[in-house]
């Protein structure tokens, strides 16, 4: 089975803290991704990695950074909390599969509250 | 950039009867349409797809259809049971190297 862990379920933190959120899949994944989850907003892609010190922007990168050191390993980094990033932070991994996309692979969730 | 559009946002149907969620899309390009199920408090996990080469595909009581020249494809779930209570994504691919895009989900709620 696919395992993709992160490593908080639950975090609190306060304005203007720096948080890290880190994500670690076990299948070799080339692809590894971070999206926001809020109620009636689905799930926007915040950021997404196809390789190993490569990022991309997703819809909503403002007031996030990443970093991928490791191939296993993507962490959602947020400089300076604020109370609008208190949310549901999903990571997710899937295969490099050419023109075509594969499977996600979910994370359990980090939840996110600002004070 | 692409947008999908999911209806409805929520769904109630009675246990036993059928659920259909609609999404609509715009960008031809795109060629592969899955559906991920999140249930309360757990993980999105892909519960059926379809590329662009196939109109319907079924899987014991959930079924996709796609429409390409209607831009819309749509989730079929018959006998529903309390167990398909959960949110449900659409999602599409435009290809090449880029990430899927998702709807913005539908709760749907059956009633036992």
């Known amino acids: 089975d696919v395992k993709v862990t992160q490593s908080s379920r639950y975090l609190v933190k306060r304005t203007g803290e720096k948080v890290f959120l880190e994500c670690v899949q076990d299948?070799?994944?080339?692809?590894m991704f971070w999206y926001r989850q809020d109620p009636g907003l689905g799930l926007r892609l915040i950021y997404f990695s196809y390789d190993v010190k490569m990022k991309e922007k997703g819809d909503i990168p403002e007031g996030y950074s990443v970093s991928r050191e490791k191939k296993e390993r993507f962490s959602l980094i947020l400089e300076s909390a604020s109370t609008n990033q208190t949310s549901m932070y999903l990571c997710?991994?899937?295969?490099?599969?050419?023109?075509?996309?594969?499977?996600?692979?979910f994370g359990e969730g980090s939840r996110l509250t600002v004070l | 950039g692409e947008n999908v559009e999911q209806h409805p946002s929520t769904l109630s149907v009675q246990e036993g009867d059928s659920a259909v969620i609609k999404c609509t899309y715009s960008d031809s390009a795109s060629n592969y349409f899955p559906w991920y199920k999140q249930e309360l408090g757990k993980r999105p996990q892909l519960i059926i797809d379809?590329?662009?080469?196939?109109g319907e595909k079924k899987d014991q009581r959930i079924a996709v259809t796609l429409n390409k020249t209607a831009k819309h494809f749509s989730l079929h779930i018959t006998e529903t049971q309390p167990e398909d209570s959960a949110v449900y994504f659409c999602?599409?691919?435009?290809?090449?190297?880029?990430?899927?895009?998702f709807g913005k989900g539908t709760r749907l709620s059956v009633i036992a």
């Open positions: 379809i590329r662009s080469n196939v």
């Open positions: 299948m070799d994944h080339e692809n």
């Open positions: 997710a991994s899937s295969r490099y599969q050419g023109p075509d996309t594969g499977e996600l692979f």
């Open positions: 999602a599409l691919h435009l290809g090449g190297n880029t990430p899927l895009v």
